[in-house]
């Protein structure tokens, strides 16, 4: 299993030397979808792709289902309703739980005389003493964990009110990917908007093969993930925090995708990172910066040099032999991150 | 900035000087003449006395300007913190005849329903990007409206904003917005919504202006005007257009009376509405008696506001609010914050050091909107 995550594209584009380091022939499909209305903008990207492009047009055949689908179509406007009403609740949820966990943290550093979230072990101030930031992290999760389950069951009407399975006109959809899929040597998966991405690949069932190597960028590298998890700290109304949106394909697992962390994350706020880094500690949350290129190992765990957030809210790379750095060999079982204090 | 060093006292160490000497040195400075957080404002001609007009809490108003001695130059300097924005007017006195005007050496000038006025804009201070047209903006769409209002007795009309590729297949929130046509024709708000929905700062919503007839009967708590926005005007756009089927998905919006016309619509429907965005709301309160000092129009105003902090209830669950500090209205605002809060709505305050005017509306847009309706950035990741 071959498997490429890449940094953002718009500034430095590295799509073309990825897909020519797997030294594959044959046509590479894409999906756009993110990229929604301007899907069918694709010049540049065929120019990257060395004119080699299948487009699969996922945004577009969604519309053409909903069009010609009004049993999915009604079902899919109810289930966006449903989904944005428990999405606020979660939001609400995780607001005040987070301010909880952000509380706590200042509480401890400021009566250990640290300058930043200690793990619990190693810290030896009063406040530290009584687990309190680790269990209100693990408060976070809960509120994570309460929100996949609620979206599991909203995924769960939706398929009982529209059977995806039953409708003609997304399976003849469905035949002609996986027939384009069967046809090609690779896989492109662009950034965009992630949630339509998400929805695209679940209405199509989109499956990827093990042998079809895949290369994918911000949104596209997102979905590929097992959990996709929002974040930007420097949108218009400020710091929001990071929520777990979906499920993503699964393909690499153990990994929480951040493209243009830099961009879009307060790295310098090293209290803010080491939270973010233990709610997620089953994870390795990886910076997918411009630049970035990762192939994963055969067995879907990240390379050495991988940039990550420790729980000490510094970043390190994978294996790189700092005191917080996680040894590369952890890379597939993400708790090994638990070393860093 | 050390008082020798302004410009006009350079100017003034010069002394006498002559006309040609003052020509060049308005043609050096534009006025107001900003110079750290010091603004020197100016004034040529003949006249008895010349003030500037200005309504800045905290300013002597007017402020008197001085002539600069055997010349037709007047000048007064004044303290602007850092990223303030005044708007003003100059006053001559001529014998018995008063005149008021825009500062005729200052090109900047702002609008509203009342008229224009000269814009003093200190350091620091910067239109910001998104209220100018950008050609790569999709443009939304506005729909005239008309509808036959029974609570108000009469036909009202509506405009619509559609934001860009409008679609049934999505629901899209509701933004009513009080003094519609002003915040259209004042604070830019088309053009805005444009921008800031492209920018993914703002979700794409569904916004109708409305516009009062007799905005002084019919903004402070007025039960015809809330019957007709909550019970006509909202059933009618959810009918005709995909609209979010929430409270949630609802927000009041109104600047001064707008504001109170909001919060008093969402006081009578509790419920019908997520949230409010309110600008420099009228909330003139009396703690004791009923003195307020604002007029006979703030009477319904004072009573409603008093009535509610009496009592306070929770008819949304978040309110934005921003107010100038330059104006008025500023004790009254920070005032009721604490109190929205320990009714238990969440409440986004911001204050900005400028006035009560529509192009203080205008800047604190974005504010408002990405968080009342925050955009998909969160989901984009190109």
Known sequence: MRTILLGPQRFMTTAGTALRSLGVDGPVATINAGWEEREDVVDELDTVLEGRANHLRLYHRTFDVLAKDDVF??????????????????????????????DVVRRTRDSSGEGR???????????????????????????????????????????????????????????????????????VLTGGHVGTLLRALRLFAIRIPDELPVIAWSAGAMALTERVVLFHDFGPEGAAEAEVYDRGLGRVRGVVALPHARRRLRLDDRDRCAVMARRFTDQHCVLLDDGTALELTPEGGLPRG?????????IHELGGGSPGAPSASSASTPTGQGATA | MNERRLAVNRLRERLPVDGAAIDRFLARHPSPVVEGERATFLFRGDADEVRVRHRVVGLADPLPMKRLPDTDLWAVTTTLPSGSRVEYQLETRRGEHYETFNDPLNPKVAHSPMGSSSVCAATGYEVPDWVHHDPEARQGEMVEDVLRSKALRREQPVRLYLPARYTAAQRYPLLVVHDGTDYLDYAAMKTVLDNLIHRLDVAPVVVAFVPPRDRLKEYPNHAPHARFIARELVPRLAERFSLVDDPQGRCLMGSSFGGIASLSTAVRYPGEFGSLLLQSASMVFTDIGSDHGGGPYFDPVVKFVNRYRAR??????????????????????????????????????????DGHNWEDWRDRLRDGLSWIFPGPQKFVYE
């Not at chain 1, 449903?82 to 939001?91: G, N, Q, T, V, W």
């Not at chain 1, 003849?172 to 090609?184: F, N, V």
């Not at chain 1, 991988?306 to 510094?314: E, K, P, S, T, V």
């Open chain 1, 306 to 314: 991988a940039r990550i957030l420790g729980i000490d809210g510094a």
């Open chain 1, 73 to 102: 179509a009604a079902a899919a406007l109810a289930f966006r309703d449903r989904h944005d009403a428990l999405l606020s609740l979660y939001r609400l949820r995780l607001n005040h739980s987070m301010e909880g966990v952000y």
């Open chain 1, 117 to 187: 979230v200690r793990g619990e072990g190693a810290g030896s101030g009063e406040g530290s003493a009584f687990g309190a930031v680790d269990d209100a992290v693990e408060g976070v999760r809960h509120v994570d964990a309460w929100y996949a389950a609620q979206l599991k069951s909203l995924y769960a009407e939706l398929d009982a009110a529209a059977p995806l399975d039953s409708s003609g006109v997304i399976a003849w959809h469905r035949g002609e990917i996986s027939a384009a899929l069967a046809d090609c040597a690779a896989l």
């Open chain 2, 312 to 353: 306070p209830s929770r008819p949304v669950d978040r309110i934005f609010m921003s107010c100038g500090t330059y104006e008025p209205l500023i004790t009254p605002n920070r005032s009721m914050v604490p109190v929205f809060r320990q009714a238990g709505m969440t409440v986004r305050y911001v204050e900005a050091r």
